[in-house]
T-cell receptor, first 113, second 112 residues
Framework: QKEVEQNSGPLSVPEGAIASLNCTYSDRGSQSFFWYRQYSGKSPELIMFIYSNGDKEDGRFTAQLNKASQYVSLLIRDSQPSDSATYLC?????????????FGTGTKLQVIP | EAGVTQFPSHSVIEKGQTVTLRCDPISGHDNLYWYRRVMGKEIKFLLH????????ESGMPNNRFLAERTGGTYSTLKVQPAELEDSGVYFC??????????FGSGTRLTVV
């Protein structure tokens, strides 16, 4: 079993729709969770992080965490073609510390105009 | 604020040769990480520096890889001798007081 699992996609959504990206992790002791966006040929860019169960909203992005189910998701509202990228889920064993994170392989999102 | 700088952006070398990758983190960021992405796989941790000290090098594949961070500023990652399976994209990331990494643009290493 992979430590961080994501569906590789591609996930195709029409412009203006909600894109839902999902991630599961195996280490029940994980404390902090990150979503990075990576455009083709570019470096990953941090979008959001979340520590606590529930939802965290930032603009069109909402991160959702359910530690009991070991599940974290990213919702993108009003999807735009510019959101087309690979979204990487990353998990850290500590909160607020400086430790290595474990990445999933990423989900490729395609927003169709 | 200048970002994380890596060079070269691309390197093609023959098996058995030596390659040195360089990373300049964001000024003042004590934490510097090296990660690698092999084609089709996830980004994997190599090592973590705090200033000039190696905090965690559990991800280094073998002793052909040597990382240094002299003076706690820029870092180098040397692969000697390079093997075919070393091909991939090598990312450097730095971390300051806030959560999350700032990644460099990566070095694409191809060993032929």
């Amino acid at each position: 079993q992979k430590e961080v699992e994501q569906n590789s996609g591609p996930l195709s959504v029409p412009e203006g729709a909600i894109a839902s990206l999902n991630c599961t992790y195996s280490d029940r002791g994980s404390q902090s969770f990150f979503w990075y966006r990576q455009y083709s040929g570019k470096s990953p860019e941090l979008i959001m992080f979340i520590y606590s169960n529930g939802d965290k909203e930032d603009g069109r992005f909402t991160a959702q965490l359910n530690k009991a189910s070991q599940y974290v998701s990213l919702l993108i509202r009003d999807s735009q073609p510019s959101d087309s990228a690979t979204y990487l889920c990353a998990v850290n064993p500590v909160r607020g510390g400086y430790q290595k994170v474990t990445f999933g392989t990423g989900t490729k999102l395609q927003v169709i105009p | 604020e200048a970002g994380v700088t890596q060079f070269p952006s691309h390197s093609v070398i023959e098996k058995g040769q030596t390659v040195t990758l360089r990373c300049d983190p964001i000024s003042g960021h004590d934490n510097l990480y090296w990660y690698r992405r092999v084609m089709g796989k996830e980004i994997k941790f190599l090592l973590h520096f705090v200033k000039e000290s190696k905090q965690d090098e559990s991800g280094m594949p073998n002793n052909r890889f040597l990382a240094e961070r002299t003076g706690g500023t820029y870092s180098t990652l040397k692969v000697q001798p390079a093997e075919l399976e070393d091909s991939g994209v090598y990312f450097c990331a730095s971390q300051g007081p806030s959560e999350g990494y700032t990644f460099g643009s990566g070095t694409r290493l191809t060993v032929v």
